[in-house]
């Protein structure tokens, strides 16, 4: 067996305490995985004292993370702080000083990917991250590596799992959002600042993520079109059950005429497809690609266990590369597909309206769709005393006709009130 390779990890927290504890707990297995032993020589914390969920080895505790990477004999840095700074500089000295580096951070990865993967081209080492989309379940590898023979032209993802967890709850007990928001809170699934999660930023990093990854192109955060599910009501989530449909916060990433369309938003999908049937804070990314067909990848997406698990598999792949003299998948953006702008994005919406119950509504209704060259799929009425509910599911368009027809038919005076206003996917066109 080859001499020990030194480890050092940034960040004791959810992930990084997992993360030394199987580093702990696996060393003999996971040295004979790789062909050496993987010795922990640093952990960067921000304070000494807190109270960690492991037992860090006397004398391996140090709130130096800088002089921690610059030190020239670590040959594998996990980056598990977070957020963007000082994240990136740590991690670009990190691979300017020779190591390969694991890190489980999306949030960097989607505002600045490119710079992270030139410094490891540059420097000829590794840059892994299966553990910042979809935690512990394999998504990275499979669009990097297992699918690069073929032309993926869609991923749909249920890739945060704080909002399945508050979208699951409010569909199976009528739960209102502010409601199935605090339950997420107490049970620990949603942070006490559940910004991140519930306005999509986190789920539109990941999109951004899979986006680049799937259409070998640049894409990042900024590019991603991006709607939370705080404004889901208790009577949407009704009308999807009328349907037969479910709202999910979906992660929808496509290839539109050699463009790549790639957007986060809460929509209504049937029962019957494969991600409806993702409950509580689970994750799932569905995949279609030209040659394989529909791939579908499911599993924990969150929680410091399972998104060390995804990082020691990196870790034991970067591993092996350091010690083959090789490196892994770098940067595949050859492509340089444009990013296509919502407005030209095609959806199908379904449209709630409160409308005056008189003769000719329908058809007035059916003309301002018909105005912006929307076609209609399907109309449900339900009669009210002397109003009606009129359900409008419309055929696909594009986002921008849409919103069109929503703005035209809140100005009408018949329409008393636009009640629910949600895209719908994964159904027939
Ligand atoms: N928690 C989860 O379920 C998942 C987390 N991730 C990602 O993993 C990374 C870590 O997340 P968590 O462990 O949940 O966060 P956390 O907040 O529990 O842990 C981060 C730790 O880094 C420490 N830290 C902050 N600045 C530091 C510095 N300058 N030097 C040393 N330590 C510093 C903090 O004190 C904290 O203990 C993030 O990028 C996150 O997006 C990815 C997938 C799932
Ligand atoms: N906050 C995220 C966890 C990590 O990616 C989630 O709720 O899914
Ligand atoms: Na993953």
């Avoid at 696996?26 to 960690?52: I, K, N, Y």
């Avoid at 301002?368 to 799929?377: P, R």
């Amino acid at each position: 067996m080859s001499t020990p390779l030194k480890v050092a990890v940034l960040g004791c927290g959810s992930v990084g305490s997992q993360v030394v504890r199987l580093l702990q707990e696996q060393a003999g297995d996971l040295a004979a995985r790789v062909g050496a032993p993987l010795e922990l020589v640093g952990v960067a914390v921000r304070r000494l004292d807190a109270a960690r969920e492991v037992d860090v080895p006397e004398g391996l505790l140090t709130t130096d993370a800088q002089g921690l990477v610059a030190r020239d004999d670590v040959d594998l840095v996990i980056e598990v702080i977070g957020g963007i700074e000082p994240a990136r500089s740590l991690i670009l000295s990190a691979l300017e000083n020779g190591a390969s580096v694991v890190t489980a951070n999306k949030a960097l990865l989607a505002e600045d990917g490119p710079t992270l993967y030139e410094a490891a081209e540059k420097a000829g080492r590794d840059l892994y991250f299966e553990a910042a989309v979809a935690g512990a379940i394999p998504i990275i590898r499979p669009l990097r590596e297992s699918l690069a023979g073929d032309t993926v032209t869609r991923v749909l993802g249920i890739v945060n799992g704080t909002t399945n967890f508050i979208l699951d709850k409010m569909d199976s007990s009528g739960a209102g959002f502010a409601e199935a928001l605090e339950e997420a809170q107490e049970l620990g699934y949603a942070e006490a600042d559940p910004t991140a999660d519930v306005e999509g930023f986190d789920a539109a990093a990941k999109a951004a993520i899979l986006a680049s990854l799937a259409f070998h192109s640049r894409v990042t955060a900024s590019d991603v079109h991006r709607e939370g599910i705080s404004e889901v009501t208790a009577a949407d989530v009704q009308s999807a059950r009328d349907m037969g449909s479910v709202v999910k916060l979906l992660a929808i990433c496509e290839l539109k005429d050699d463009a790549v369309a790639v957007r986060v938003h809460p929509a209504m999908i049937p029962r019957s497809h494969p991600l409806a049937s993702v409950r509580e804070a689970y994750n799932a990314v569905f995949v279609e690609s030209q040659a394989a067909g529909q791939l579908m990848f499911y599993g924990p997406g969150a929680g410091g266990a399972p998104t060390a698990s995804a990082v020691l598999g990196d870790l034991v792949t970067v591993a092996r590369n350091v010690l083959a003299d090789k490196r892994g998948a770098g940067e595949s953006a050859y492509a340089d597909r444009a990013v296509l702008p919502m407005g030209e994005t095609t959806t199908r919406y379904h449209v709630a309206i409160d409308v005056d119950d008189k003769a000719g509504v329908l058809a007035t209704v059916a003309q301002a769709f018909a105005e912006h060259g929307v076609s209609i799929q399907t109309v449900r009425q339900e009669g009210r005393d002397d109003d009606a509910q009129l359900v409008v599911v419309s055929h696909s368009a594009t986002d921008a006709a849409l919103a069109a027809t929503v703005e035209h038919l809140r100005g009408m005076d018949i329409v008393r009130e636009v009640t629910s206003v949600m895209r719908v996917e994964g159904g027939e066109e």
